[in-house]
């Protein structure tokens, strides 16, 4: 592979291979990523816009904002401001921050811990309030604040898995009889619920820990569902769990590459160790099943040949 790179001495932003060739982020959610960090400092422009600018469609803009989120490079908080409206404040960062980090960097003076300050702590910098001139590289912090109102006055925030965890509680409540719940219940727990989904919890995980160990009666099924939910909340995944973890196997690690004759190498997933594909197996039954009929038809005439022939000097006289 022959490469020709001439490095940029204007308008560019200095990106870690760490966040290009990251193993867990779609190409979503490192172009989203990237975009976001390309800004200059006191630009206020909520993901979703980003998403709409950078072609990002409406299911990819979720799965990539999940991804984000996982891996510590997006952090969100939801208050309530007059008129019960929420608003959702949004930190992205260069680099993967814990929930302590995030709150340092979006209120540089109070410190992750109360023990000792750590490295985030000394590089945490206010924004400045004067845009830089364009392709100028200047200090970036290590991340910033965006605000991003819901328009809707409603009094639940907003999760990224908040549908997957409805459907969970759905399941949970038709499938226990004492824990029957309305579907307002539903809708006020989604946000727990979600947050195990979120948290690596498997739907088998969640349900056994709502449903096991039942009291004989139960009074009011969405505050024990609720109190189990936020009591027995799984601890969040750290980055560097996450990164020990061992990939999943590509789909092409079942797949062989078909020995027939084709123009480019052809992959298909054997059932029985076979070395040719569907269609070239086809092929080759259809060859062997014409040069049979061809052997039958010849031994077929050969036999009238000598009964013909029999047939001729039984004839003849002595």
């Known amino acids: 592979m022959l490469r020709h790179v001439i490095a940029p001495t204007r308008f560019f932003t200095q990106v870690s291979n760490e966040i290009i060739r990251h193993p867990r982020l779609s190409a979503a959610a490192v172009r989203l990523l990237t975009w976001q960090i390309s800004f200059p400092d006191g630009t206020d422009e909520a993901l979703g816009v980003t998403a709409e600018r950078a072609g990002i469609k ?10 984000l989120v996982a891996e510590g490079y997006l952090h969100e908080w939801s208050e309530q401001v007059e008129k019960g409206q929420w608003v959702t404040i949004q930190l992205i960062s260069n680099v993967p921050l814990t929930a302590e980090e995030a709150t340092a960097a979006r209120n540089p003076g109070a410190s992750p811990t109360a023990a000792e300050p ?7 910098v206010e924004p400045t309030a004067a845009e830089p001139t364009v392709g100028e590289p200047t200090p970036r912090s290590v991340g910033r604040s965006q605000e991003e109102t819901t328009g809707a006055n409603t009094p639940h925030p907003p999760h990224p898995l908040a549908e997957r965890g409805a459907q969970a509680l759905t399941a949970v409540s ?10 307002r219940d539903i809708a006020q727990l989604a946000p727990l619920a979600a947050e195990w989904l979120q948290r690596g919890s498997t739907l088998r995980e969640l349900r056994e820990a709502l449903t096991s160990g039942l009291p ?3 009074n009011s099924p969405a505050g024990l569902t609720r109190d189990r939910l936020v009591r027995k909340m799984p601890e969040p995944p750290s980055f560097a769990d996450q990164r020990a973890a061992e990939p999943t196997a590509p789909r092409v690690a079942s797949m062989r590459e078909c020995r027939g004759d084709h123009m480019h190498p052809y992959l298909f997933r054997p059932v029985d160790g076979e070395t040719l594909c569907r269609d070239c197996r086809l092929e080759q039954a259809a060859e062997a ?3 049979a009929s061809g052997a039958i038809g010849a031994a077929l005439r050969g036999g009238s040949l000598v009964r013909a022939a029999l047939r001729g000097g039984q004839r003849q006289p002595s």
């Open 58 to 67: 409406k299911t990819a803009f979720t799965s990539a904002k999940a991804e």
């Open 118 to 124: 750590t490295a985030f702590e000394s590089t945490a």
């Open 174 to 183: 038709r499938g226990e009889r004492k824990l029957r719940l309305s579907p």
């Open 216 to 218: 004989a009666r139960i």
């Open 289 to 291: 099943q014409d040069g």
